[in-house]
């Protein structure tokens, strides 16, 4: 199957990028009017969501073979996933005690609940709001009801659980699993080639989706005014997803994953601004896999298993993110933490992010549980939310630099022969 080239792709990517902002930047009805192509595409990532991981983790776990290579392999992956997670907590707490972007005045001022355009508690209907409420849906989330319904609400956690399951039996029925195995991987491949072609549409879609959004914030006017309201927390949330992004990750890219770090987020160059122009890490997935497996040759068998559990249980980004809009929303009201509430914190906006969906502004909903956890006001929420879009958008490219990042690093430590050659540079 043909896909475009990468250098290509990246300029054609970068002026469809360009183009975005400026339709919806300077004319923002302009923008609007475009959006529907940028849906389009987030339509055509999100229908091979479901087929993907179902196939991908079957055919991922009847490769694996032995149940215990399995484990290992499910250990090592998850101890990366925390690790890296508490490492980002732990930057986004430091940055927002040093910089302390919250000032009680705020409070006073801001009335932003009516500018978000969507009502808080409709968002928070049905959610956990307490830690032991968040590990017990974790845990049913496991197992799927209806296989089906988890299908069609897109509930990636419990469908990858269902067929790591259904793939291992299927190795143990000999000649009848095998053809099974085998249709699999026909799906599989088929829909990895329907993702190869998506990705010629990917500048158009990505472009629009940026002019479509910028367009409904009312262009660089509307938007400016937003981002200085809340800068000192919009600047620390970013300042500490570059910290995370450029130095922490691309230290175990190096050095455990043994990668060149600049080629690699070239290869992930698709899969990186499709998560900022769509902030949802399952929309992105499709494209994650692409670009790691068929760009940068990560092996197919982990890269299969690590990026759909990535794409929903590790999100770097959004655990720093809840961490300073905890303590951010601390500051403004005017409420001092001591330490014990701080590592509370930490742990909360861990098991906050672990448990938010890959969709956009997952993570201002599973927040309740942190501000909860420390007897912190859930009102300070309608403080966050004029800007939730944008660094929604921000925190989930780092969500999948940190999948990505997880793929190369796990691949490379259960010994994958690389063949730097094979890398497309
Ligand atoms: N939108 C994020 C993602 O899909 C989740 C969040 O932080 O809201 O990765």
């Known amino acids: 199957m043909i896909a475009p080239g990468?250098?290509?792709?990246?300029?054609?990517?970068?002026?469809?990028?360009?183009?975005?902002?400026?339709?919806?930047?300077?004319?923002?009805?302009?923008?609007?009017?475009?959006?529907?192509?940028?849906?389009?595409?987030?339509?055509?990532?999100?229908?091979?969501?479901?087929?993907?991981?179902?196939?991908?983790?079957?055919?991922?776990?009847?490769?694996?073979?032995?149940?215990?290579?399995?484990?290992?392999?499910?250990?090592?992956?998850?101890?990366?996933?925390?690790?890296?997670?508490?490492?980002?907590?732990?930057?986004?707490?430091l940055l927002v005690v040093i910089i302390?972007?919250?000032?009680?005045?705020?409070?006073?001022?801001?009335?932003?609940?009516?500018?978000?355009?969507?009502?808080?508690?409709?968002?928070?209907?049905?959610?956990?709001?307490?830690?032991?409420?968040?590990?017990?849906?974790?845990l049913m989330n496991l197992v799927p009801q209806n296989l089906l319904k988890a299908m069609v609400n897109v509930d990636v956690l419990p469908l990858i659980i269902f067929s790591l399951v259904f793939g291992s039996v299927l190795t143990t029925l000999g000649e009848r699993g095998q053809f099974v195995i085998r249709f699999f991987e026909g799906v599989n491949e088929a829909i990895m080639g329907m993702v190869h072609l998506l990705m010629w549409t990917a500048p158009v879609g990505i472009g629009a989706l940026i002019a479509g959004r910028l367009g409904e914030a009312g262009g660089f006017s509307g938007f400016w005014p937003q981002l200085i309201q809340l800068g000192a927390y919009a600047a620390t949330v970013i300042l500490a997803l570059l910290i995370h992004g450029m130095v922490t990750l691309p230290l175990f890219l190096q050095l455990l994953g043994k990668q060149n770090v600049l080629t690699y987020v070239r290869n992930m160059g698709t899969a990186l601004t499709t998560a900022f122009s769509t902030g949802s890490s399952s929309a992105t997935l499709p494209l994650t896999m692409e670009?790691?497996?068929?760009?940068?040759?990560?092996?197919?068998r982990i890269a299969s298993f690590v990026l759909p559990l990535g794409a929903t249980i590790n999100m770097n980004g959004t655990a720093l993110y809840e961490a300073i809009a905890a303590m951010f929303i601390a500051q403004t009201y005017g409420i001092e933490l001591?330490?014990?509430?701080?590592?509370?914190?930490?742990?909360?906006?861990?098991?906050?992010?672990?448990?938010?969906?890959?969709?956009?502004?997952?993570?201002?909903?599973?927040?309740?549980?942190?501000?909860?956890?420390?007897?912190?006001?859930?009102?300070?929420?309608?403080?966050?939310l004029v800007i939730d879009w944008f660094l929604d958008r921000c925190r989930t490219s780092v969500n999948v630099w940190g999948d990505a990042v997880g793929a190369a690093v796990i691949d490379q430590l259960e010994g994958h022969e690389h063949e730097e050659s094979t890398r497309q540079p």
């Not at 001022?109 to 974790?138: F, W």
């Not at 670009?291 to 197919?300: D, F, L, P, Q, T």
């Not at 956009?360 to 909903?365: K, Q, R, T």
Request: hydrophobic residues 50%; proline residues 4%; glycine residues 12%.
């Open 291 to 300: 670009c790691a497996i068929g760009r940068h040759r990560v092996s197919k």
């Open 6 to 93: 990468p250098h290509r792709l990246l300029v054609a990517l970068l002026l469809g990028i360009l183009a975005g902002m400026m339709f919806g930047g300077l004319v923002p009805e302009w923008g609007k009017a475009v959006q529907f192509l940028g849906d389009l595409f987030l339509r055509a990532l999100f229908v091979m969501v479901v087929p993907l991981v179902m196939s991908s983790m079957i055919v991922g776990v009847s490769s694996v073979g032995d149940v215990r290579t399995l484990g290992g392999l499910g250990f090592r992956t998850i101890l990366f996933f925390v690790t890296t997670t508490g490492l980002a907590v732990l930057v986004g707490l």
């Open 338 to 384: 001591d330490l014990g509430q701080t590592v509370i914190i930490f742990l909360t906006a861990t098991l906050a992010a672990i448990g938010a969906a890959g969709i956009p502004e997952a993570g201002l909903v599973t927040m309740v549980i942190v501000l909860k956890a420390v007897n912190l006001p859930v009102e300070g929420i309608s403080l966050l």
């Open 100 to 138: 302390h972007p919250g000032t009680p005045l705020l409070q006073e001022s801001s009335d932003l609940t009516s500018e978000s355009g969507y009502s808080l508690s409709q968002r928070m209907e049905d959610r956990p709001t307490t830690v032991a409420e968040l590990l017990k849906s974790i």
